[in-house]
């Protein structure tokens, strides 16, 4: 081995070591070369060549940053942890976030996807596999409000340099964990606000129930209804479980209903108008994700959604930017109300 190849070497084990530590500025050329005892020249070729094979690049005036790729090939991937990646808006979403990091980073990256079905023992036989050879970054949909038993994983891989960031909110026992979220609380706050404003009085609501969004959606629904003075009673609301007749009874005696996504409000409008039960025209109905079950077939349900793929396009900036070691922050993303 020249010495060419064997600082090479140690500074790419440096490299990794840097990773883990979340310090992205190299040394100086200088303590560079005082550090393995060789000349501005030999130091000058090995840092070309490490960028070359993208681990580090130059600013003006401001010395060598890590990318935030791993001088070990294999482990420069990103994972995504979804509960069905292969229904409803998730096979679209997939697809741009591959996209979006594709486009938008210098660096080559693979994504692969992993299906937990909303079960803790599966995600965890995941997050086993993982910690053999951990990616640089896990977005993971959390998938229930309970305490994640599986925080002693996402806390192991976290310490081999792989980050974590939830979608749809975090666990109650992991509240440090970043996480990217939709204003669900805010959205439905406004909407029955609106509604109250156009005379609507009611209102009923019928939700999902099985993350930190879902229950915020909840939330919002209930104080608006709250701060107006209006019955908030459970007749007034239903969770996705309850009886198929219970949700549709609901929605024939409601003047306006809001639906916690299309998904779940597409058979009920669908059945109920089908049988003449309800008018569209007549009956406001609303829900969110503005997906295709809300523009299938002979009628539209408003639904909400955020503006051009902003989901998509966040979720692959934030990971981008912590592979590049940038601050780990939650963010909230605003639906764009009609």
Do not use: W
């Amino acid at each position: 081995m020249t010495k060419q190849e064997n600082i090479t070497k140690k500074i790419k084990k440096e490299i990794s070591q840097r990773l883990l530590s979340g310090k992205m500025a190299l040394p100086t050329e200088k303590e560079l070369c005082e550090k393995y005892s060789c000349s501005r020249q030999t130091i000058r070729k090995v840092l070309s060549n490490l960028k070359e094979e993208k681990l580090i690049n130059s600013h003006q005036g401001s010395g060598y940053y890590l990318t935030g790729l791993n001088p070990d090939a294999g482990r420069n991937h990103i994972c995504l942890l979804f509960a069905r990646p292969d229904e409803y808006i998730y096979p679209s979403l997939i697809y741009d976030i591959e996209k979006n990091i594709s486009s938008g980073s210098d660096i080559p990256l693979s994504v692969s996807v992993s299906e937990t079905q909303s079960d803790f023992f599966r995600e965890r036989n995941i997050l086993k596999d993982l910690l053999k050879n951990p990616p640089l970054v896990i977005l993971s949909e959390c998938f229930s409000l309970m305490d994640n038993p599986n925080h002693d994983l996402y806390e192991a891989l976290e310490k081999k340099g792989c980050s974590v960031i939830f979608l749809y909110g975090t666990y109650r026992n992991m509240p440090d964990s970043p996480s990217i979220t939709e204003g669900a609380y805010d959205a439905a706050y406004n909407l029955v606000m609106q509604l109250h404003i156009s005379g609507y009085r009611r209102i009923s609501g019928v939700f999902k129930n099985t993350n930190p969004q879902d229950s915020s959606m909840i939330s919002g629904f209930i104080s608006a209804l709250r701060d107006l003075d209006l019955d908030f009673g459970k007749k007034r609301y239903v969770i996705e479980d309850a009886p198929t007749s219970d949700i549709r009874a609901l929605c024939k005696e409601s003047d306006a209903v809001l639906f916690g996504s299309d998904e779940l409000a597409y058979p009920h409008v669908k059945a109920l108008r089908d049988k003449k039960l309800i008018n569209l025209k007549e009956k406001k109905v609303y829900s969110f994700d503005n997906s295709y079950l809300s523009q299938v077939n002979s009628f539209r349900i408003k639904s909400f959604s955020h503006r051009g793929k902003t989901l998509s396009y966040t979720i692959a900036k934030r990971i981008l930017s912590t592979i590049k070691g940038q601050p780990k922050v939650s963010i909230v993303l605003p639906y764009q109300l009609f």
